[in-house]
């Protein structure tokens, strides 16, 4: 099973400001790394594919980059519907499909 | 648009069996290249695959909960089905079902249900 590893557990961020998430994989899944928001009370929402390709209708403030076993997700400017909890998946080695813990991005 | 709806009991008794089902509309569940399977959230806790299926009848399930996991289609009435054996409180989650591909990851996703395993 591959592990993911998300970091930090909690990122904290003016508005406005750069938030740079991360995530690590146990071993390589290639290109194969999905981005995903959720916010209280509601189903996580595909951000990212692929590593780097934006679902439909995520605003370009989101990227994702990386390959093998290091990720990044990117939001430029965070804006106050951004504050949430991010997980990242991969979709290489499977089953089982594994996602990494979270990093919580708040309000500094 | 795509979209699924989970429904179920909200509560089962531990020892019992956990039985949800997911309607799929705006699209076939037939439809080529897709699975179509379940995703659970403890309380205040992070994502787990329970499994899948593909179009095909094919299954696909998290060796964690192999033992007692079954994932079923019924095309006739466009949708899916979790079983669930043996269920405890560790059980307890708000259950998503979810289409996924190998290529756009999992999109899109059910609203979720919670089931509380308690007697």
Redesign the interface.
């Known amino acids: 099973?591959i592990v993911m590893t998300q970091s930090p557990a909690t990122l904290s961020v003016s508005p406005g400001e750069r938030a740079t998430l991360s995530c690590r994989a146990s071993q390589s899944v290639s290109s194969?790394l999905?981005w995903?928001q959720q916010k209280p009370g509601?189903?996580?929402?595909?951000l990212i594919?692929?590593a780097s390709t934006r679902?439909t209708g995520i605003p370009d403030r989101f990227s994702g980059s990386g390959s093998g076993t290091d990720f990044t997700l990117t939001i430029s400017s965070l804006q106050s519907e951004d504050f949430a909890v991010y997980?990242c998946?991969q979709?290489n080695n499977?089953?089982?499909?594994?996602?990494?813990?979270?990093t919580k991005v708040e309000i500094k | 648009q795509l979209q699924l709806q989970e429904s179920g009991p909200g509560l089962v008794k531990p020892s019992e069996t956990l039985s949800l089902t997911c309607t799929v509309s705006g699209g076939s569940i037939s439809s080529s290249s897709y699975y179509w399977g379940w995703i659970r959230q403890p309380p205040g806790k992070g994502l787990e695959w329970i499994g899948s299926i593909y179009y095909s009848g094919s299954t696909y399930y998290n060796p964690s909960l192999k033992s007692r996991v079954t994932i079923s289609v019924d095309t006739s009435k466009n949708q899916f089905s979790l079983k669930l054996s043996s269920v405890t409180a560790a059980d307890t989650a708000v259950y998503y079902c979810a289409r996924w591909t190998p290529v756009t990851a999992i999109l899109p996703w059910g609203q979720g249900t919670l089931v509380t395993v308690s007697s």
Request: charged share 10%.
């Open positions: 099973e194969n999905a995903y509601q189903a996580p929402r595909l594919y692929g679902a997980y998946q979709y499977w089953p089982p499909l594994t996602f990494g813990g979270g």
